[in-house]
């Protein structure tokens, strides 16, 4: 059987963590979960800790500087590669990604490369977000797909499963993105491949503990980062 891991960066979120983790572990006999931890000041290693002194199928990585979710999720997908992964799984710690939805996705996997859980591919599947974020999102993915041509309807979700031998192609140690568009350099980099891409709807609900880590600046780093892929794809320099 593959070995399965899910990637969950963290930042202040230890209310979810000691949730979230064993609700995973439940879903699936086989997953292990591994907590990219940025030195939270409300003590989120300390508590996934504790998680894995009751399962060795809990891992933490514990950083010592907060660089965003980017740098996270690269030093996440270098660390499951290192202990055997065959599947990485990418999902917040928020519950706003369904738990209820990975045995779907380990299914899908069977028959592509990556999966993506998609907002967008039936409709507008976000639940509890005001409308101007809808908006937002809705026209920035809308945004990104016109420069880049990405042909995907949620560019900048971070809900996916990953075949390990394709993460390794992609070169995503290289990703320059901080924040949320490292969704659409990793994407980008899948299409440039030519990897088997099947995208699966799931409603998105919003938060109901802790605070959104989305800033403007992460948002102004989306418009930019789908010209430069663009760009530096065409000279070679991707």
């Given at each position: 059987?593959?070995?399965?891991?899910?990637?969950?960066?963290?930042?202040?979120?230890?209310?979810?963590?000691t949730n979230?983790?064993?609700?995973?572990?439940a879903a699936?006999?086989?997953?292990?979960?591994?907590?990219?931890?940025?030195?939270?000041?409300?003590?989120?290693?300390?508590?996934?800790?504790?998680?894995?002194?009751?399962?060795?199928?809990?891992?933490?990585?514990?950083?010592?500087?907060?660089?965003?979710?980017?740098?996270?999720?690269v030093a996440?997908?270098?660390?499951?590669?290192?202990?055997?992964?065959?599947?990485?799984?990418?999902?917040?710690?928020?519950?706003?990604?369904?738990?209820?939805?990975?045995?779907?996705?380990?299914?899908?996997?069977?028959?592509?490369?990556?999966?993506?859980?998609?907002?967008?591919?039936?409709?507008?599947?976000?639940?509890?977000?005001?409308?101007?974020?809808?908006?937002?999102?809705?026209?920035?993915?809308?945004?990104?797909?016109?420069?880049?041509?990405?042909?995907?309807?949620?560019?900048?979700?971070?809900?996916?499963?990953?075949?390990?031998?394709?993460?390794?192609?992609?070169?995503?140690?290289?990703?320059?993105?901080?924040?949320?568009?490292?969704?659409?350099?990793?994407?980008?980099?899948?299409?440039?491949?030519?990897?088997?891409?099947?995208?699966?709807?799931?409603?998105?609900?919003?938060?109901?503990?802790?605070?959104?880590?989305?800033?403007?600046?992460?948002?102004?780093?989306?418009?930019?980062?789908?010209?430069?892929?663009?760009?530096?794809?065409?000279?070679?320099?991707?």
């Amino acid at each position: 059987m593959p070995k399965k891991f899910v990637v969950i960066p963290t930042y202040n979120e230890r209310a979810n963590i000691t949730n979230i983790v064993p609700q995973i572990l439940a879903a699936d006999a086989e997953i292990e979960v591994l907590v990219v931890d940025d030195s939270s000041p409300d003590g989120t290693a300390d508590a996934v800790t504790q998680l894995s002194h009751t399962t060795p199928r809990v891992h933490l990585l514990l950083r010592n500087v907060r660089q965003g979710i980017g740098p996270a999720y690269v030093a996440g997908f270098q660390r499951a590669l290192e202990l055997g992964a065959d599947l990485v799984v990418q999902m917040d710690a928020d519950f706003s990604h369904p738990i209820s939805s990975l045995p779907a996705f380990f299914r899908e996997i069977e028959n592509c490369d990556v999966v993506l859980g998609s907002r967008y591919i039936n409709g507008i599947t976000v639940v509890n977000w005001p409308i101007e974020r809808i908006l937002i999102s809705y026209f920035g993915n809308w945004y990104a797909r016109h420069v880049t041509g990405l042909p995907i309807s949620d560019t900048t979700g971070g809900f996916r499963c990953i075949r390990a031998d394709l993460l390794e192609r992609t070169g995503f140690e290289r990703i320059r993105s901080t924040g949320y568009a490292f969704q659409i350099e990793l994407n980008y980099r899948f299409v440039r491949l030519g990897a088997r891409i099947k995208e699966v709807p799931f409603f998105f609900v919003d938060r109901t503990r802790g605070e959104s880590k989305l800033s403007l600046r992460i948002a102004v780093e989306a418009l930019w980062i789908a010209w430069w892929l663009r760009i530096a794809d065409a000279i070679g320099r991707l």
